[in-house]
């Protein structure tokens, strides 16, 4: 069982930065994959990054704005940086080895 726990949410104007951080417990694998997904009001949930031990991948929106890094097995972090308004919703950590864990969810909200 894993046990995610994020941090970083919060309200942001337009073109402004936030960091959002997540921190895994419980049973670990150096060979997993972790990631943040988000949920727009009134869309299902998508990719946003995510990052093993080989690869990141971005989705095409958040190209060149958003940076995923991992500080060790347990951690992950999204610098989120040119903000806009469509980026406003529910962020969700991800965790994946063999099995998807999700953490709670984090409120993004990009307005003037």
């Known amino acids: 069982q894993v046990h995610l726990v994020e941090s970083g949410g919060g309200l942001v104007q337009p073109g402004g930065s936030l960091t959002l951080s997540c921190t895994a417990s419980?049973?670990?694998?150096?060979?997993?994959?972790m990631g943040w997904y988000r949920q727009l009001p009134g869309k299902q949930r998508e990719l946003v990054a995510t990052?093993?031990?080989?690869?990141t991948m971005y989705a095409d929106s958040v190209k060149g704005r958003f940076t995923i890094s991992k500080g060790n097995a347990k951690t992950v972090t999204l610098q989120m940086n040119s903000l806009k308004p469509e980026d406003t919703g529910v962020y969700y950590c991800n965790y994946r080895y063999g099995t998807d864990y999700w953490g709670q969810g984090t409120q993004v909200t990009v307005s003037s």
């Open positions: 990052i093993s031990w080989m690869t």
């Open positions: 419980g049973i670990i694998s150096s060979f997993n994959t």
